[in-house]
């Protein structure tokens, strides 16, 4: 087991938290090891099991304000479970910072995936978390649009489109047949649309990281959306990406038209949450709405138990 040797003393973060910076000396992984240095094995062995990079960001950075808390040259055989408790009671109570009741539960995985990897790997005789309990959050359901507060919102964006504005319908539009993130909608390149044949188009969703390649698709659109498109682009006359703004100036749209159909605000994540309950309650497969949505299989676990919560008829 190859580790990386870590500065003894905690140092302070972008984000203001103390905790070990990762370094590049190495050295074999003991009971005896610091607590830094085994943070940057943990790092390697996660990144060999293939966990995704905002895992392994929030991992490492719940480990860094534990590293703050006991010291960061702490000996890991040396932590016990009266210390994670009391880590977790400072936590909620001393730390000077909310710590809201999901971030509270990642946390604790954090511990337990950290202390079990070390004591798998038989770094540490005994594994200190094993006994925390662990308290699962429950989040409330995602809101979604209903059919007649669709229906009012594409009225507005139509009356809209009418007085010469079509982006409102066409984002609106984007967002309810296909479900795509914000990120993803600010990431439309002109040439990602095909409109070869106006009565399938077709949006291809890009990414510039390779390691997303995983999230690229081909999303079908509604004939109806060529002519609003068009009208669109001719008023607006974007020269690479089909929205030429901040995102925040689309929230602004979104906020606007919300308030015109009567409704109590839209998002990007409403609209794709919507976007994902028609499609689920049209009976389409699980695994092509999966592919749809650009979620991995480890996500869509939670999504369809939502989904099926969303979808299911009111009592």
């Known amino acids: 087991m190859i580790a990386e040797q870590l500065p003894l003393f905690p140092q302070k973060n972008l ?14 992984l003991t009971r005896n090891s610091s ?7 943990f790092r390697d062995y996660m990144v060999r099991q293939g966990f995704t990079e905002n895992t392994i960001k929030a991992f ?10 006991l010291g960061a040259g702490r000996a890991i055989g040396d932590i016990s479970t009266e210390d994670l408790k009391g880590f977790l009671t400072y936590l909620l109570y001393y730390r000077g910072k909310p710590c809201k009741p999901k971030s509270y539960a990642r946390r604790v995985t954090t511990l337990k995936v950290f202390f079990a990897w070390l004591a798998e790997e038989k770094i540490i005789p005994t594994d200190p978390a094993a006994p925390l309990v662990h308290h699962r959050v429950t989040t409330p359901l995602p809101r979604i649009l209903y059919e007649g507060q669709i229906a009012k919102l594409l009225e507005a964006t139509e009356r809209l489109m009418r007085q010469g504005d079509a982006r409102p ?10 479900g795509i993130k914000k990120g993803e909608c600010m990431n439309i390149a002109l040439d990602h649309l095909d409109l070869s044949d106006p009565s399938s188009p077709v949006l291809y969703i890009r990414y510039d990281n390779p390691k997303m390649m995983h999230k690229e698709r081909k999303l079908s659109l509604p004939a109806e959306i060529v002519p609003v498109l068009r009208q669109y682009l001719a008023q607006y006359q974007p020269q690479e990406r089909l929205f030429e703004c901040t995102a925040r ?3 602004y749209v979104l906020d606007n038209v919300a308030e015109l159909a009567g409704l109590d605000g839209i998002s990007f994540e409403m609209l794709r949450w919507t976007c994902a309950v028609r499609d689920y309650r049209a009976g389409m497969d699980p695994e092509k709405l999966r592919r749809k949505l650009g979620l991995s299989k480890v996500s869509w676990e939670q999504t369809e138990k939502k989904l099926k919560k969303l979808a299911a008829p009111a009592l």
């Open 169 to 178: 319908h066409l984002l609106v539009s984007l967002l309810l047949h296909t």
């Open 35 to 41: 607590l830094g240095a085994a943070m940057v094995g």
């Open 60 to 69: 490492l950075s719940d480990l860094r304000i534990l590293a703050g808390y």
């Open 15 to 28: 984000k203001g938290e103390y905790g070990p910076p990762l370094s590049s000396a190495k050295g074999p």
């Open 249 to 251: 100036n689309l929230e």
